[in-house]
C-alpha cells in the first residue's frame, strides 16, 4: 500500500472535494519506478472512470463499495493503475485488447456481474499484474479470458476462479497464476484452448480447490507448469464429480505436488485424469481418490510418465502409452522403509534416448523480476521506550471501536496501549484499518502482545466446540510488546477450537516484538489467509506455531499465502512452525529474507513452495530446517525462481531421508560457503535448470534427479542419482 503525500496542510477538506482527489506515491508495487497515486474517495464513485482516465493511477478506500449498479463496468487503458484495501468493492472490470502495462491490486465486484474482471480480446495484452481483493470467505474474485483475447505475461494472483474461453482463438502464453483459493461450488477453472493458435509457458503456482461441485479442465491448453494444487473434500452427499482435475490434449505437463482427497471415496474416482499428453513430470503426487475408478489417478494415451518420489501406495489406472518411471518409489512388503530400483539404470539406449528427448526443450516458470529489499523505517526511534509510561492510553477507546463497528477505521497517530486490543468473534469479521502503515502505529506499553485474541472457542459448553474467526488487519505498524498477534489456548484468547481463517492482513509492519510478530499455539490453527506486504523486523521469529495431537488445540497451518512480504533481521527463523498435526499448501511468493538465522523450521509440513523470492545473509545451521529426524511427517518443499547471495546458512536444506525432497526449479546459489544439502545422512536433492554461482557446495547427495542445472557434477541435460550412484541418462557422463 502506499506512503501518503499529506496534502491536508493546504486546505485538504475543500482540495479534496474540488478534485475528488487526494495524492498519494507507492512504493510497494511491483513496478519499477514509484507511482504515484491519487486518491479517490467513495463518495466519489460516480466519476470512478473519468478520474482513473484523468489520473492513470488511483489509490481507492479499503471497506468500501465503489459500484452503482448490477450492469456498472469499469474499463482500464495501458499504463494504469488500480489499488485498493481489504473488502474494496468496485464495478466489473474490462481490459479490452491492445491494453498493457496495468496493475491491479485488492479489489473486487462481489460478484454482481461475473467475472470481476474479463479480458474481451482483440490486439495482444502484455504485462498486466493482477491481486484480487478479498473481503471473507468465498470472495476471491474470478476472471475470465475471451475468445480473441492474446495475452502476454500475465500474473494473476489471489483468485478464486479462472475461465479462458479460447477454443476458437486467442492464447495465454508465459503467464503465472499464483494461489488459486476456490471455496465456491466452480468449476474453479475452466479452459479451453486451440491448436490454432497454441497456449504455452503458464505455470499455475498454488491451487487449492475445495469441495467443488465440478472438476477443473483444462483443453488444449498447450504445456504446463502445475506446483502445489490440492483438491480437498471434493465430492459431498448427492454432489459428487467422477474427479476433481482433468488435463486434455496438453503439450507437455510438468505437476509438482499434486495431493488431496476425497471425503466420500465410495462415491468418488481418481482425484485427477491425464488425456492425449505426449510428456506427464509427476514429482511428489500425494493424492487418493476414490473407489469408483479403482485409482487415485488416470492416464489415457499419456506416451511418456516420469514419477518422482510418490507417496507410498499410489494407485494408477494407466492405458495407453510407451515409457513410464518411477524414481525414489517405496519397495512394497516393507513398511516405506527401503527404495525400489526406478530402472533407469538398466535401460537400453534407445530407451534413455526417448527418455532425454522426451525432456529436451521443457520451459522453467516464466521468470519475473526479483524483489528488492524495502527500507523498513522504524517510526519511533531507538530511544522509544523513554517515557513509555506516561504516554497516554488508547487500549479503552479502541477496544470500544473494534466492539461496536467489528471492522473499525484508525486515523494517522501513535496509539500507546497498556493492555492487548481483542480482536476476533464466531459470527462477523473483525479488524483494524489505518491509515497507512507508516502513519498508524499501535505500540504496546508493556511485556504483553499488541493484539490477542478472544472467545475461548472449545474451552467448555457455554461456547462454540468450534469455530472460524475472520479478521482484517490493514494498514498499520505494530510495535513493541511479546508478540505482534497473539492467538492461544489460553483463558481469555482465542480459545482450543478456534480456527484463524479467510483473514487478510495487508500492508503491515510488525516490528521489535520480543518473543515472535505472530504467535499461536494451543488453537485449533490457521486456514487459508493472506498475508500480503506484511514486513517483519528485528524480532527473534517472524511466525511461531506449536501444538499437540489432531484435535483441539493442535495449531495447524494450512494454505497460508504470504505475498511481497520482507523478513529482515529476524535472529532466529521465519516459518517456526512445530505442531504435530501436518501443515501444509503454504506459497511464499516474491519474498525477500535479509539477515536471517533460519527460513523454516518445522516438524510436520508438506508442499511448502517458495516462488520468485531473494534469500540474502540467511546465516544459521540449516536454513530449511525438518526437526522430525527425517521421518515422513515432512514431505516435499518446493522453490521456483529464486535466489540465495550474501552469506549462507552451514546447509541449506537438510533432508535425512530418501522419503523427504526438497526440488530447486530455476533457482540460483550465490551465496558463499555451506553446502545445499549436508555432507552425511540420506541426502535428497532435485534441480531443474539450477545453478551454483558463489562458493556453495552441492553436498552428499544419496537421492535426487537433475535436469539441465549446474550443481558440482550434477551438469548434464539428465541425472539420476540411486543410493549414492549416479545414473547420466542425457549427456556425456
Not at 495524492?23 to 482513473?52: C, I, N, T, W, Y
Not at 466489473?92 to 467475472?115: C, E, K, L, N, Y
Not at 486451440?194 to 504445456?223: C, H, K, M, Q
Not at 531473494?614 to 529464486?642: C, H, K, P, R
Request: proline residues 5%.
Amino acid at each position: 500500500m502506499p506512503y501518503r503525500i499529506d496534502v491536508r496542510t493546504i486546505a485538504r477538506g475543500w482540495a479534496c472535494a474540488a478534485l475528488g482527489a487526494c495524492l498519494f506515491v507507492s512504493r510497494g508495487l511491483a513496478q519499477p519506478a514509484d507511482v504515484m497515486l491519487v486518491h479517490v474517495p467513495v463518495e466519489s464513485k460516480a466519476r470512478l472512470q473519468s478520474l482513473l482516465d484523468q489520473h492513470g493511477s488511483i489509490r481507492l478506500d479499503a471497506a468500501a463499495d465503489y459500484r452503482r449498479g448490477p450492469r456498472d463496468v469499469l474499463r482500464v487503458s495501458s499504463g494504469q493503475t488500480l489499488v485498493g484495501g481489504w473488502n474494496t468493492r468496485v464495478p466489473r472490470i474490462v481490459i479490452p485488447g491492445g491494453v498493457s502495462q496495468v496493475r491491479i491490486t485488492a479489489v473486487r465486484s462481489d460478484g454482481w456481474a461475473a467475472p470481476d474482471i474479463e479480458f474481451t480480446g482483440g490486439a495482444e495484452n502484455d504485462d498486466i499484474e493482477i491481486i484480487g481483493g478479498t473481503g471473507g470467505a468465498g470472495t476471491q474474485i474470478r476472471v475470465a479470458i475471451r475468445s480473441g483475447a492474446r495475452v502476454n505475461h500475465l500474473s494473476l494472483s489471489e483468485y478464486g476462479g479462472l475461465t479462458v474461453d479460447q477454443a476458437s482463438s486467442g492464447y495465454v502464453r508465459d503467464s503465472t497464476f499464483t494461489r488459486l483459493l476456490g471455496y465456491w461450488p466452480g468449476p474453479h477453472v475452466i479452459w479451453n484452448g486451440n491448436a490454432r493458435e497454441p497456449s504455452r509457458g503458464n505455470a499455475f503456482l498454488g491451487i487449492a480447490s475445495i469441495t467443488p461441485a465440478a472438476p477443473s479442465v483444462w483443453r488444449d491448453a498447450g504445456d504446463l507448469w502445475f506446483a502445489n494444487w490440492d483438491c480437498e473434500s471434493w465430492t459431498a452427499r448427492g454432489k459428487e464429480i467422477p474427479r476433481c482435475f482433468a488435463i486434455e490434449g496438453a503439450t507437455r505437463v510438468v505437476s509438482v505436488g499434486l495431493g488431496g482427497g476425497t471425503a466420500t471415496p465410495a462415491r468418488s474416482g481418481a482425484l485427477a485424469s491425464f488425456r492425449d499428453v505426449p510428456l506427464l513430470v509427476n514429482w511428489f503426487p500425494n493424492v487418493r481418490g476414490g473407489e469408483l475408478d479403482g485409482a487415485d489417478l488416470l492416464f489415457d494415451r499419456v506416451e511418456t510418465v516420469l514419477t518422482v518420489q510418490p507417496e507410498g501406495g499410489l494407485r494408477v489406472r494407466d492405458t495407453g502409452g510407451s515409457a513410464r518411471w518411477r524414481v525414489l518409489d517405496a519397495e512394497p512388503g516393507h513398511g516405506g522403509a527401503r527404495v525400489a530400483p526406478s530402472g533407469v539404470p538398466a535401460a537400453n539406449p534407445a530407451q534413455r534416448a526417448a527418455l532425454a528427448a522426451a525432456f529436451a526443450g521443457i520451459a522453467t516458470p516464466h521468470a519475473r523480476q526479483k524483489p528488492v529489499a524495502r527500507a523498513i523505517e522504524d517510526p519511533l526511534g531507538i530511544d522509544w521506550r523513554a517515557g513509555i509510561d506516561a504516554r497516554p492510553d488508547s487500549a479503552a477507546r479502541i477496544q470500544a471501536s473494534i466492539d461496536a463497528e467489528g471492522v473499525a477505521r484508525l486515523p494517522a497517530g501513535v496509539y500507546y496501549l497498556s493492555q492487548p486490543l481483542r480482536v476476533g468473534s464466531h459470527g462477523r469479521i473483525e479488524g483494524l484499518i489505518g491509515e497507512s502503515r507508516e502513519r498508524t502505529v499501535l505500540v504496546a506499553k508493556g511485556a504483553f502482545p499488541v493484539i490477542a485474541g478472544r472467545g475461548d472457542i472449545g474451552r467448555d459448553r457455554s461456547a462454540p466446540k468450534d469455530a472460524l474467526v475472520t479478521l482484517a488487519l490493514d494498514g498499520l505498524t505494530l510495535y513493541g510488546g511479546t508478540y505482534a498477534l497473539d492467538w492461544s489456548g489460553e483463558p481469555g484468547n482465542l480459545g482450543p477450537g478456534g480456527v484463524v481463517a479467510w483473514s487478510a492482513f495487508q500492508d503491515l509492519a510488525l516490528l521489535k516484538q520480543s518473543i515472535a510478530a505472530v504467535h499461536a499455539s494451543g488453537i485449533g490453527g490457521l486456514d487459508s489467509n493472506l498475508w500480503r506486504r506484511v514486513d517483519i523486523a528485528d524480532t527473534p521469529i517472524a511466525f511461531r506455531g506449536d501444538g499437540t495431537g489432531t484435535g483441539p488445540g493442535m495449531t495447524y497451518a494450512d494454505k497460508q499465502h504470504f505475498m511481497d512480504c520482507q523478513y529482515q533481521r529476524i535472529a532466529d527463523t521465519v516459518w517456526y512452525w512445530t505442531s504435530d498435526r501436518p501443515s501444509g499448501g503454504a506459497v511464499f511468493s516474491n519474498n525477500v529474507y535479509a539477515d536471517v538465522g533460519r527460513v523454516t523450521r518445522t516438524r510436520a509440513a508438506n508442499h511448502l513452495l517458495w516462488s520468485n523470492s531473494v534469500l540474502e545473509n540467511v546465516t544459521g545451521d540449516v536454513a530449511l530446517d525438518i526437526t522430525d529426524g527425517g521421518s515422513t511427517a515432512t514431505y516435499y518443499f518446493t522453490m521456483i525462481g529464486s535466489v540465495w547471495r550474501g552469506r549462507g546458512p552451514r546447509v541449506v536444506t537438510d533432508t535425512q531421508s530418501w522419503q523427504v525432497g526438497t526440488l530447486f526449479v530455476d533457482t540460483e546459489f550465490a551465496q558463499s560457503g555451506g553446502t545445499i544439502v549436508a555432507l552425511d545422512g540420506e541426502q535428497t536433492l532435485f534441480g531443474w535448470r539450477s545453478r551454483i554461482k558463489g562458493s556453495a557446495r552441492v553436498g552428499a547427495v544419496h537421492s535426487g534427479v537433475f535436469i539441465d542445472s549446474t550443481l558440482g557434477a550434477f551438469d548434464k541435460p539428465l541425472q539420476l542419482v540411486e543410493h549414492g550412484a549416479t545414473t547420466t541418462v542425457a549427456g556425456t557422463p
